[in-house]
Nanobody
Framework: VQLQAYGGGLVQAGGSLRLSCTNS????????VGWFRQAPGKEREFVAA????????KYGDPLKGRFTVSRDRTSNTVYLQMDNLEPEDTAVYSC?????????????????WGLGTQVTVSS
C-alpha cells in the first residue's frame, strides 16, 4: 500500500478545500482509511476515518459538521472535504490505511502512512 495525500494549499478563513488520498498500488481497497493532521509544535490529531465501503465514518469531535470524508472505490481514492476553514485548521494533513477494516481514531490502528499535504488557512 502506498498512499499519497494531495490537494492542500493556502485558503482564507471561511473557505474550502478538498483533499484526496490515493493508493498507488492496485491492492485490496478493503482497508479503513483515516485522516490525521499535525500542526507545528502540536501532537498529531485525528480528523476523520471511513470504512472500506464508505458505509461507516468517524470524525474528530471538533471537526464534525465542517469536514466530510468520502470514498470512491472505483478509483481507490478517499476524499476529505473541508468547509468553513479556520486558521486553527492549519496543519499537515496525512492519510493512513488501517491494518484491516478498522475505522478508528487511534493512530496505532493504522499500518500504512502516506506523505502529507500542507493546509494553511489565513485569517
Amino acid at each position: 500500500v502506498q498512499l499519497q495525500a494531495y490537494g492542500g494549499g493556502l485558503v482564507q478563513a471561511g473557505g474550502s478545500l478538498r483533499l484526496s488520498c490515493t493508493n498507488s498500488r492496485r491492492t485490496s481497497s478493503s482497508n479503513g482509511v483515516g485522516w490525521f493532521r499535525q500542526a507545528p509544535g502540536k501532537e498529531r490529531e485525528f480528523v476523520a476515518a471511513i470504512s472500506w465501503n464508505g458505509g461507516l465514518t468517524k470524525y474528530g469531535d471538533p471537526l464534525k459538521g465542517r469536514f466530510t470524508v468520502s470514498r470512491d472505490r472505483t478509483s481507490n481514492t478517499v476524499y476529505l472535504q473541508m468547509d468553513n476553514l479556520e486558521p486553527e485548521d492549519t496543519a499537515v494533513y496525512s492519510c493512513a490505511a488501517a491494518r484491516g477494516s478498522a475505522v478508528s481514531a487511534d493512530p496505532v490502528a493504522y499500518a500504512y502512512w502516506g506523505l502529507g499535504t500542507q493546509v494553511t488557512v489565513s485569517s
